[in-house]
């Protein structure tokens, strides 16, 4: 079997087992081991192994991962959200269209202490859908708007996907995170076009306006308080260099739990709960790790990925133009994958034949730019068809309520928010000093 053969193979193996429901981290471990004793036999895997689960799992950075994702969970489990959105809906509530952009911004407000895409849009469905139904928004247009709003939890630092990317890359995660901003503002700003102008092209899916008085608002505006001190702190810290983005999240997670606390939200069961949910969600993404690892190392042995970079180069065609041929590719990945698993399986791939291009930037900056690209991308499948798993929280948030939307209606709800991520894509695909930006103060 030929080099190429093989590595189909091991792709093969993993699709296959994909499509019979079994978990993707056992389907990547389980291609990727096959591939392995194809190859050099079961003592080298063994050995393999023996040292690599411990060698992974015993990372110092990948600390990071579980304290973000406790932060979001004691955010969620605080109440810290309803206040957040009773006070965008009061700025907002006045437009046409304006709760749905107060979600919007609630949702990126939210993935500032969260991380998690799927957390942001389940929460913030929580306690947006009654509301903005209630006030007379379509089922297609409000479970759109909260699906694509979700995404910006990953969109915006700090984001767990980011996150592994630098641990994968080596590069460094504050900034990546500061990279992250203007392009997350980019996407919040985006989403609330979008629906201004749909709701100007398309009636009937959105109220004239819906104010809310000053009373609510002013309340809600104390109840944001939390949020706002918890961000200057993890982040003014963390780019101040008052502590390392491991020691933010840690410095976050109790700052969260501490809001929760004074707001009176949390009691014994919740704060199991968070941390239950923190268990299984950071188990979930550690054994992703090692299935990756473990075909990554597989696909190696075949030599493919390196005749790939070589062969790419040898095409001569534009840097550009290879960034997005990986980004189609990974919006056609993300049909049948979540985003932790693409960028875990992927990057190792392709990430030394971007760093092999010419991008008349220097290398950190190519990095960088690379992963805030992969991270736009990535967003963009949380949402579109057939998988989009933004959409079918939401969808399936909302059925637990007595109520159904039918997923074609959410999928139309998406189209706008795909389109503003295809034109925010396109913008950052060619314009790189707009990721880089923020990086000139540091």
Known sequence: MSAV????????????????????????????????????????????????AYARFASYDLSVIPLFILMGHFATQGGISKALF????????????????????????????????????????????????????????????????????????????????????????????????????IAMLGYMLAIAIYVRLVPGHAPEKDAVGHTDLLGAMRGIG?????????????????????????????????????????????????FYATAESSAMIFLIFLGADLMNSALALTQ?????????????????????????????????MDELSMILLTIPIFFPMIMGLDFGMSREHTAIWFGIMVLMTVGFGMLAPPVGLNVYVVNGLIKGRGEAVPIAESYRGVMPFLISDTLRTLLLLFFPGISLYVLRFF
């Open 304 to 336: 493919v990925p390196n005749q790939l970079a070589q062969v790419v180069g040898g095409w001569g065609l534009a840097p550009v133009a290879v960034v997005a041929a990986i980004m189609l590719f990974y919006v056609v990945l993300g049909a049948v």
């Open 5 to 52: 053969q093989m590595a189909l193979s091991i792709f093969a193996i993993m699709l296959v087992l994909m499509a019979v429901r079994v978990p993707i981290a056992v389907c990547m471990f389980v291609a990727g081991g096959v591939g392995y004793v194809a190859q050099a036999g079961w003592p080298p895997l063994a050995s393999f192994l023996n040292t690599q």
């Open 226 to 274: 939390p949020i706002a001190a918890i961000f200057i702190v993890v982040f003014g810290g963390i780019y101040g260099g008052l502590f390392t983005p491991t020691e933010g999240a840690a410095v976050g997670a109790f700052a969260t739990f501490v809001a929760a606390l004074l707001k009176r939200e949390m009691n014994w069961d919740k704060f199991k709960t968070c």
């Open 86 to 185: 009773q006070f965008v809906s009061g700025v907002m509530g006045r437009f046409k269209g304006g709760l749905a952009m107060g979600a919007v911004f609630a949702c990126a407000a939210f993935g500032a202490i969260c991380g998690s895409s799927v957390a942001t849009a389940a929460t913030i469905t929580n306690v947006a859908y009654d509301e903005m139904r209630k006030h007379g928004y379509s089922g297609r247009l409000t479970t759109g708007t909260l699906a694509a709003g979700g995404t910006l939890g990953i969109l915006i630092p700090p984001s767990v996907p980011l996150v592994i990317y630098a641990i994968l890359t080596e590069q460094n995660i504050a900034k990546l995170f500061a990279a992250a901003m203007v392009p997350g503002l």
